[in-house]
């Protein structure tokens, strides 16, 4: 099983970008899928969670001008930025908790991260 993040870019203040994640491998099921961020000298913290129903949360940073959603039938998830903030350049990472073909217990799997530069 491994996680795939993608979309990643350079952006204007006030502007947009979108990443994506894609789940791949013998999985059985996927769980709660999260994305986080560490900017640079910071610890990693996390943005927005998204639940097998949909459910979602927000880090209040990030309240109003970021959405996350998945794809169940594709095992993605997306995380739509707007509204950008300097303070939004960081490394992005997601998160899945997953259960693989033949396991019996649930695991969390990262991807590999994705730089957002957001400049003034």
């Known amino acids: 099983v491994q996680l795939q993040a993608s979309g990643g870019g350079s952006a204007q203040a006030g502007g947009s970008l979108r990443l994506s994640c894609a789940a791949s491998g013998r999985i059985e099921s996927i769980g709660v899928m999260r994305w986080y961020r560490q900017a640079p000298g910071k610890q990693r913290e996390l943005v927005a969670t998204i639940s097998s129903g949909s459910v979602t949360n927000y880090a209040d940073s990030v309240k109003g001008r970021f959405t996350i959603s998945r794809d169940n039938a594709k095992n993605t998830v997306s995380l739509q930025m707007d509204s950008l903030k300097t303070e939004d350049t960081a490394v992005y990472y997601c998160?899945?908790?997953?259960?693989?073909?033949?396991?019996?217990?649930?695991?969390?799997?990262w991807g590999q991260g994705t730089l957002v530069t957001v400049s003034s």
């Open positions: 998160n899945a908790d997953i259960l693989a073909i033949l396991r019996t217990t649930w695991a969390s799997y």
